[in-house]
């Protein structure tokens, strides 16, 4: 199966069904698959081939799918640029990526324009300041399936730039097939169905936004999309819509509570679960949010180069969190059905339960590699894992708990001292700036990462 395939049967199993919602604009599952083909046979009529490298410089808007669908079946490869890095960084990208192509947003001309002016094809979303307006691109393209019929499974989809925290980023290599699986594990482990409304606030240029717009649609699910978060209007349309699953970052979620308990009386109904990762979790919000919300909670660890999650603390163990098993609040859950974790020590071997050390991964969903980077791809992915370059543990029933990255270990006075414990010191504080006046003080677990 290939990335492609996800709009093409979802356009012949529910046709007149939304699969996107954005600004109140719906698109059907066939308009997006008709829009997807339009974007992919207009690429390959202005002589990109299939391996050629598309960059896309865009917020939360509604063309993710269709972007990502179309450039997916044509054979070229997403390269999705972070809105927040400077002229310079996305320039490096572009050019280290290869890049032939972009797609330009209107609010990202001012910053990237230049930076792509040299392409061979450039659209330009909303905006008439780039070559080629998009919507016309699409007009110019035909309604046919651009599908190479030398795609293949193992062909890349997107190149997602890491952070570059050790220095320039890398572009880490996600092929079609690791991302069906993924959506496959994301689906299992949220007990999804195609009935689901999704609402997305959070980034689509990152690893969690390119995995959601492949499985929370897999399935043929709606997704409505909001700009950014924002509390009312998330609010409004889980009371208009019917929304059943969300994700957020912690500091949203305690906007949405801190808003729902200040305007008692609202229908949260609909809303079956919420999904959040990438910052500490505490026991009292999982409480507040189960009590306002009437909800459950997951909450997940995943890194780029594994392909997304691969760990997940269910709605039981958030239950269980809150009776007997409060230590739970720090861990962020068991390895998912498609992956293997284990816990090494410098050289390799594997540690017992309950030792520190680094977090080493196998996945179905496992990234190919660094681009153009031999030796990183050989040190990070290796036959027996891929080394994460997190520092964490397993306990007794293989719960996981990151530590700290590998490279913010502090040596003091001989001892190994990692910023989590720290923080958890910190966060555990009746004065910390971490507990509103309006919860509990906070009780922190381990960062959480998303690169």
Request: hydrophobic share 40%.
């Amino acid at each position: 199966m290939l990335i492609g395939d996800i709009s093409r049967r979802n356009a012949r199993r529910y046709p007149n069904k939304p699969a996107i919602i954005y600004n109140d604009k719906e698109l059907s599952w066939a308009a997006l698959d008709e829009r997807a083909n339009r974007l992919g046979t207009y690429m390959l009529s202005r002589g990109m081939h299939k391996g050629d490298r598309v960059a896309v410089f865009a917020g939360n808007i509604g063309h993710w799918a269709e972007i990502t669908y179309g450039l997916a079946k044509a054979g070229l490869v997403l390269v999705p640029i972070n809105a927040r890095v400077s002229a310079s960084e996305a320039s490096f990208m572009v050019g280290d990526s290869g890049a032939r192509a972009a797609i330009v947003f209107d609010e990202q001309v001012e910053a990237y324009g230049a930076v792509v002016s040299d392409l061979d094809v450039v659209l330009g979303i909303e905006t008439k300041e780039m070559a080629v307006n998009y919507e016309d691109a699409l007009a110019a393209g035909r309604d046919v399936d651009p599908t190479p019929a030398d795609l293949t499974p193992e062909d890349l989809h997107f190149l997602l730039y890491t952070s570059g925290t050790t220095g320039r980023p890398k572009g880490v290599m996600n092929v079609h097939r690791a991302m069906i699986m993924q959506a496959f594990d994301t689906n299992l482990a949220t007990e999804a169905s195609h009935d689901d409304v999704m609402l997305a606030s959070t980034p689509f240029y990152t690893a969690g936004g390119m995995i959601r717009t492949v499985s929370w649609l897999f399935l043929g699910q709606t997704m409505i999309i909001h700009p950014r978060f924002d509390a009312d209007m998330v609010i409004a349309d889980i009371e208009k819509r019917g929304v059943s699953m969300t994700t957020f970052i912690p500091t949203m979620l305690q906007r949405l509570l801190k808003q729902a308990e200040d305007e008692p009386g609202h229908d949260f109904s609909s809303l079956r679960r919420i999904s959040y990762g990438s910052a500490p979790s505490a026991d009292w919000l999982a409480r507040k949010a189960m009590e306002l919300l009437g909800c459950e909670l997951q909450q997940r660890y995943g890194i780029t180069e594994a392909g997304g999650q691969v760990t997940i603390l269910t709605p039981t163990d958030h239950r269980a969190m809150l009776l007997d098993k409060a230590h739970l609040v720090a861990s962020c859950g068991q390895e998912t059905a498609q992956a293997e974790l284990r816990i090494c020590n410098e050289d390799g071997h594997e540690l017992p339960r309950g030792e520190v050390g680094e977090i080493v991964i196998q996945a179905e969903s496992m990234a190919k590699g660094y681009w153009n980077r031999p030796e990183a791809t050989a040190e990070t992915f290796r036959p027996d894992g891929l080394r994460s370059g997190d520092i964490g543990k397993l306990d007794e029933e293989g719960y996981l708990y990151i530590v700290s990255r590998k490279t913010d270990m502090i040596i003091s006075g001989g001892f190994n001292v990692y910023p989590a414990e720290i923080e958890r010191v910190i966060g555990g504080h009746p004065m910390s700036i971490w507990s509103p006046s309006w919860a509990s003080p906070m009780r922190s677990g381990a960062r959480r990462r998303w690169r």
